[in-house]
Nanobody, 117 residues
Framework: QVQFVESGGDLVQPGGSLRLSCATS????????MGWWRQAPGKQRELVAT???????NYADSVKGRFTISRDNAKNMVFLQMNSLKPEDTAVYYC???????????WGQGTPVTVSS
């Protein structure tokens, strides 16, 4: 059973930075594309960044140039470096395996990010 444990979320001022981490269980992570999603209050969950096993990346237009996704295959972890944060980045952030542009496994608890002055 694959599980995801996200961490690193916090309250931060506009323009600030945060680094999110996601630890997974299961060897399947090492060979699979991974992604970060976010869900803002009252909105649908959206995919913001993906990374392949070989570390090719893709980003939603709303975060391109500000967010960087990375992974450590040896440790089964994926990261999201978020810079120049905006209030509209406020959401709960989740990681999951990506397949066909969608998620594969049950969600973890997520990590909340609040961008506010």
């Amino acid at each position: 059973q694959v599980q995801f444990v996200e961490s690193g979320g916090d309250l931060v001022q506009p323009g600030g930075s945060l680094r999110l981490s996601c630890a997974t269980s299961g060897n399947i992570f090492r060979f699979s594309p991974m992604g970060w999603w976010r869900q803002a209050p009252g909105k649908q969950r959206e995919l913001v960044a993906t990374i392949t096993y070989g570390s090719s990346t893709n980003y939603a237009d709303s975060v391109k140039g500000r967010f960087t996704i990375s992974r450590d295959n040896a440790k089964n972890m994926v990261f999201l470096q978020m810079n120049s944060l905006k209030p509209e980045d406020t959401a709960v952030y989740y990681c999951n395996q990506v397949r066909g542009g969608s998620y594969v496994y049950a969600w973890g608890q997520g990590t909340p990010v609040t961008v506010s002055s």
